[in-house]
């Protein structure tokens, strides 16, 4: 699949490793900002936990 999408971008080598560079980065992006922090909320295990002191 990726060896398909490579091979459909435009441009010599060079072009085509920024777009791909760029593209991995938008995706990573988009996780970071957008779907990690939306399932982090029915995730377990992100609750705060505190240890008696005493």
């Known amino acids: 699949m990726y060896a398909w999408i490579f091979a ?11 777009i791909t560079a ?16 939306w399932a982090a909320q029915y995730s377990p295990l992100t609750r705060d936990v505190t240890l008696g002191s005493g």
Request: glycine fraction near 8%; hydrophobic fraction near 70%; charge should be positive.
């Open 8 to 18: 459909r971008l435009p441009g010599p080598l060079w072009v085509r490793v920024l």
């Open 22 to 37: 760029l593209l991995v980065a938008g995706v990573v992006l988009a996780l970071m900002e957008l779907v990690f922090p």
